[in-house]
T-cell receptor, first 112, second 114 residues
Framework: SQQGEEDPQALSIQEGENATMNCSYKTSINNLQWYRQNSGRGLVHLILIRSNEREKHSGRLRVTLDTSKKSSSLLITASRAADTASYFCATGLPSNTGKLIFGQGTTLQVKP | DSGVTQTPKHLITATGQRVTLRCSPRSGDLSVYWYQQSLDQGLQFLIHYYNGEERAKGNILERFSAQQFPDLHSELNLSSLELGDSALYFC?????????????FGSGTRLTVV
Protein backbone atom coordinates (compact mmCIF):
# COMPACT_ATOMS: atom_id res chain seq x y z
CA SER A 1 0.00 0.00 0.00
CA GLN A 2 1.13 3.55 -0.64
CA GLN A 3 2.38 5.53 2.34
CA GLY A 4 2.29 8.94 0.73
CA GLU A 5 -0.43 10.63 -1.23
CA GLU A 6 0.35 13.72 -3.26
CA ASP A 7 -2.08 16.48 -3.92
CA PRO A 8 -2.92 17.69 -6.49
CA GLN A 9 -2.44 14.82 -8.94
CA ALA A 10 -1.80 17.34 -11.70
CA LEU A 11 -0.90 21.01 -11.73
CA SER A 12 -0.54 23.41 -14.65
CA ILE A 13 0.94 26.88 -14.19
CA GLN A 14 2.60 29.65 -16.16
CA GLU A 15 6.34 30.22 -16.14
CA GLY A 16 7.33 32.50 -13.30
CA GLU A 17 4.53 31.38 -11.00
CA ASN A 18 5.04 29.36 -7.85
CA ALA A 19 4.03 25.70 -7.66
CA THR A 20 2.98 24.01 -4.43
CA MET A 21 2.59 20.28 -4.03
CA ASN A 22 1.43 18.50 -0.92
CA CYS A 23 2.13 15.07 0.47
CA SER A 24 0.30 13.27 3.23
CA TYR A 25 1.45 10.07 4.84
CA LYS A 26 0.05 7.57 7.28
CA THR A 27 2.67 6.42 9.76
CA SER A 28 5.57 7.86 11.73
CA ILE A 29 8.64 8.62 9.67
CA ASN A 30 12.38 9.02 10.01
CA ASN A 31 12.56 11.46 7.14
CA LEU A 32 10.70 12.56 4.03
CA GLN A 33 12.30 13.05 0.65
CA TRP A 34 11.19 14.66 -2.61
CA TYR A 35 12.16 13.39 -6.04
CA ARG A 36 11.62 14.65 -9.58
CA GLN A 37 11.04 12.43 -12.59
CA ASN A 38 11.12 13.69 -16.15
CA SER A 39 8.92 11.67 -18.45
CA GLY A 40 10.00 8.03 -18.53
CA ARG A 41 13.37 8.72 -16.97
CA GLY A 42 14.99 7.96 -13.63
CA LEU A 43 14.07 9.85 -10.50
CA VAL A 44 16.32 12.60 -9.22
CA HIS A 45 16.69 13.30 -5.50
CA LEU A 46 15.76 16.90 -4.67
CA ILE A 47 15.73 17.32 -0.92
CA LEU A 48 15.54 15.37 2.35
CA ILE A 49 13.90 16.70 5.51
CA ARG A 50 14.28 14.86 8.80
CA SER A 51 11.42 14.28 11.19
CA ASN A 52 12.82 16.81 13.67
CA GLU A 53 13.04 19.56 11.03
CA ARG A 54 10.17 21.82 10.04
CA GLU A 55 11.49 23.61 6.97
CA LYS A 56 14.32 23.24 4.51
CA HIS A 57 15.47 25.22 1.49
CA SER A 58 17.50 24.32 -1.55
CA GLY A 59 17.76 26.92 -4.29
CA ARG A 60 14.21 27.59 -5.55
CA LEU A 61 12.83 24.71 -3.49
CA ARG A 62 11.24 25.05 -0.08
CA VAL A 63 10.02 22.00 1.82
CA THR A 64 7.98 22.02 4.99
CA LEU A 65 7.13 19.13 7.26
CA ASP A 66 4.35 18.95 9.82
CA THR A 67 4.64 15.66 11.67
CA SER A 68 1.54 16.38 13.75
CA LYS A 69 -0.53 16.50 10.57
CA LYS A 70 1.61 13.89 8.81
CA SER A 71 2.03 16.17 5.84
CA SER A 72 4.69 17.90 3.80
CA SER A 73 4.69 20.50 1.07
CA LEU A 74 7.11 21.27 -1.74
CA LEU A 75 7.17 24.83 -3.06
CA ILE A 76 8.95 25.63 -6.29
CA THR A 77 9.36 29.37 -6.70
CA ALA A 78 9.65 31.26 -9.98
CA SER A 79 8.95 28.11 -11.99
CA ARG A 80 10.56 27.46 -15.35
CA ALA A 81 9.49 25.31 -18.29
CA ALA A 82 12.33 22.95 -17.35
CA ASP A 83 10.56 22.24 -14.04
CA THR A 84 7.90 20.32 -15.99
CA ALA A 85 8.05 16.83 -14.49
CA SER A 86 6.43 14.52 -11.98
CA TYR A 87 7.26 15.08 -8.34
CA PHE A 88 7.17 12.31 -5.75
CA CYS A 89 7.39 12.33 -2.00
CA ALA A 90 8.99 9.33 -0.34
CA THR A 91 9.03 8.40 3.31
CA GLY A 92 11.69 6.61 5.30
CA LEU A 93 10.32 4.72 8.26
CA PRO A 94 11.59 4.84 11.85
CA SER A 95 12.74 1.22 11.62
CA ASN A 96 15.57 2.85 9.69
CA THR A 97 15.73 0.25 6.98
CA GLY A 98 16.87 1.65 3.68
CA LYS A 99 13.50 1.23 2.08
CA LEU A 100 11.67 4.34 0.87
CA ILE A 101 7.96 4.27 0.18
CA PHE A 102 6.89 6.52 -2.66
CA GLY A 103 3.63 8.32 -3.23
CA GLN A 104 1.77 8.42 -6.53
CA GLY A 105 3.24 11.74 -7.56
CA THR A 106 2.12 15.15 -8.79
CA THR A 107 2.50 15.95 -12.48
CA LEU A 108 3.56 19.56 -12.95
CA GLN A 109 3.32 21.34 -16.27
CA VAL A 110 4.94 24.76 -16.56
CA LYS A 111 3.82 26.63 -19.65
CA PRO A 112 6.30 29.04 -21.25
CA ASP B 1 24.59 10.56 -16.04
CA SER B 2 23.61 9.68 -12.46
CA GLY B 3 26.38 7.14 -11.98
CA VAL B 4 23.93 4.26 -11.70
CA THR B 5 23.98 2.12 -14.84
CA GLN B 6 21.08 -0.08 -15.86
CA THR B 7 21.06 -2.42 -18.80
CA PRO B 8 19.31 -3.03 -21.05
CA LYS B 9 17.30 0.18 -21.51
CA HIS B 10 14.52 -1.58 -23.36
CA LEU B 11 13.45 -5.20 -23.42
CA ILE B 12 10.63 -6.80 -25.37
CA THR B 13 9.91 -10.42 -24.64
CA ALA B 14 7.12 -12.97 -24.85
CA THR B 15 4.95 -14.29 -22.04
CA GLY B 16 6.49 -17.22 -20.21
CA GLN B 17 10.04 -16.10 -20.86
CA ARG B 18 12.79 -15.18 -18.39
CA VAL B 19 14.85 -12.00 -18.41
CA THR B 20 17.69 -10.55 -16.37
CA LEU B 21 18.02 -6.87 -15.60
CA ARG B 22 21.39 -5.56 -14.54
CA CYS B 23 22.38 -2.64 -12.32
CA SER B 24 25.75 -1.16 -11.44
CA PRO B 25 25.51 1.19 -8.47
CA ARG B 26 27.22 4.55 -8.19
CA SER B 27 30.85 4.23 -7.17
CA GLY B 28 31.11 3.95 -3.38
CA ASP B 29 27.46 3.05 -2.82
CA LEU B 30 26.88 -0.23 -1.03
CA SER B 31 23.08 -0.35 -1.13
CA VAL B 32 21.07 -1.32 -4.18
CA TYR B 33 17.29 -1.06 -4.37
CA TRP B 34 14.93 -2.33 -7.06
CA TYR B 35 11.61 -0.68 -7.81
CA GLN B 36 8.87 -1.41 -10.31
CA GLN B 37 6.94 1.52 -11.78
CA SER B 38 3.65 1.02 -13.56
CA LEU B 39 0.81 3.41 -14.32
CA ASP B 40 -1.69 1.69 -12.04
CA GLN B 41 0.60 0.72 -9.12
CA GLY B 42 3.04 3.62 -9.05
CA LEU B 43 6.53 2.98 -7.68
CA GLN B 44 6.60 -0.32 -5.83
CA PHE B 45 9.57 -1.37 -3.72
CA LEU B 46 10.83 -4.82 -4.65
CA ILE B 47 14.03 -5.57 -2.77
CA HIS B 48 17.06 -4.02 -1.03
CA TYR B 49 20.59 -5.36 -0.90
CA TYR B 50 23.42 -3.97 1.19
CA ASN B 51 27.00 -5.07 0.56
CA GLY B 52 25.89 -8.37 -0.92
CA GLU B 53 23.22 -9.26 1.62
CA GLU B 54 19.47 -9.00 1.31
CA ARG B 55 18.11 -6.42 3.72
CA ALA B 56 14.43 -5.97 2.93
CA LYS B 57 11.82 -7.42 0.64
CA GLY B 58 8.73 -5.68 -0.59
CA ASN B 59 6.00 -6.70 -2.98
CA ILE B 60 8.27 -8.97 -4.97
CA LEU B 61 6.61 -11.89 -6.69
CA GLU B 62 7.96 -15.42 -6.20
CA ARG B 63 8.70 -15.45 -9.94
CA PHE B 64 11.16 -12.63 -9.35
CA SER B 65 14.54 -12.97 -7.69
CA ALA B 66 17.57 -10.78 -7.23
CA GLN B 67 21.11 -10.85 -5.99
CA GLN B 68 24.01 -8.52 -5.37
CA PHE B 69 27.44 -9.73 -6.34
CA PRO B 70 30.82 -9.13 -4.63
CA ASP B 71 31.57 -6.29 -7.05
CA LEU B 72 28.26 -4.76 -5.83
CA HIS B 73 26.44 -4.94 -9.13
CA SER B 74 22.97 -6.43 -8.88
CA GLU B 75 20.73 -8.47 -11.12
CA LEU B 76 16.96 -8.79 -11.05
CA ASN B 77 15.66 -11.99 -12.61
CA LEU B 78 12.07 -12.12 -13.81
CA SER B 79 10.71 -15.49 -14.90
CA SER B 80 7.46 -16.92 -16.27
CA LEU B 81 6.69 -13.44 -17.47
CA GLU B 82 3.11 -12.26 -17.71
CA LEU B 83 1.61 -9.31 -19.56
CA GLY B 84 1.14 -7.55 -16.23
CA ASP B 85 4.88 -7.56 -15.61
CA SER B 86 5.28 -4.90 -18.28
CA ALA B 87 6.66 -1.87 -16.46
CA LEU B 88 9.65 0.32 -15.85
CA TYR B 89 12.15 -1.31 -13.52
CA PHE B 90 14.43 1.04 -11.65
CA CYS B 91 17.55 0.39 -9.71
CA UNK B 92 18.72 2.93 -7.16
CA UNK B 93 21.78 3.04 -4.97
CA UNK B 94 22.81 4.80 -1.79
CA UNK B 95 25.92 4.95 0.30
CA UNK B 96 24.49 3.50 3.51
CA UNK B 97 22.23 0.72 4.67
CA UNK B 98 19.77 3.10 6.28
CA UNK B 99 17.23 5.51 4.86
CA UNK B 100 19.09 8.61 6.01
CA UNK B 101 20.46 9.39 2.58
CA UNK B 102 18.87 10.03 -0.76
CA UNK B 103 18.82 7.49 -3.52
CA UNK B 104 20.57 7.82 -6.86
CA PHE B 105 18.41 6.26 -9.55
CA GLY B 106 19.39 4.68 -12.82
CA SER B 107 17.52 5.51 -16.01
CA GLY B 108 15.52 2.30 -15.80
CA THR B 109 14.76 -0.72 -17.95
CA ARG B 110 11.48 -0.61 -19.82
CA LEU B 111 10.14 -4.15 -20.02
CA THR B 112 7.38 -4.97 -22.46
CA VAL B 113 5.87 -8.44 -22.32
CA VAL B 114 3.89 -9.39 -25.42
Amino acid sequence: SQQGEEDPQALSIQEGENATMNCSYKTSINNLQWYRQNSGRGLVHLILIRSNEREKHSGRLRVTLDTSKKSSSLLITASRAADTASYFCATGLPSNTGKLIFGQGTTLQVKP
Amino acid sequence: DSGVTQTPKHLITATGQRVTLRCSPRSGDLSVYWYQQSLDQGLQFLIHYYNGEERAKGNILERFSAQQFPDLHSELNLSSLELGDSALYFCASSVAETVNYGYTFGSGTRLTVV
